[in-house]
């Protein structure tokens, strides 16, 4: 894929989200550009969320199943399936995932996969990132 082909990819995705092309977008679209491999579209499309992310898939992938297992930590009545978990996170991953913080990760995670997102919720993710000292 050239660069002209990669800009194109990435001003479609920039139109349908609604996101304003101004300068310091051109500047961030051209640094990924430079240093950008992906020889696909879908490459292209990951390594691009992943830019703007700043947090790397398998920080997403280690963050999401620590907070699951740590949800599950005093809880002796229930006995999670782990096992259904990868699977899950990788879908969440791969179906476009643009946290930029871990907080907005947990937050997303929780709305995205369980549709259950509250108060509640959102002081547990607080005090996941907390104990494990992960920036908000």
Known sequence: MNDITKRALIYG???KNGVLGTAE?????TSF????ESTSPLELLKAWLQFQSGISEKEKRDTIVKYEMWLFRDDTTLKPNFSELPPMVDRFINGGD???????L???WE???YNTFSDMKDEHIKEFLDNHKLKK
Do not use: A, C, P
């Open 13 to 15: 995705v920039d139109k």
């Open 98 to 104: 643009g946290s930029k913080s871990y907080y907005e």
């Open 106 to 108: 947990l937050v997303n």
């Open 25 to 29: 977008r051109e500047r961030q679209i």
């Open 33 to 36: 550009i430079k240093r950008d």
């Open 111 to 113: 709305k995205r996969t």
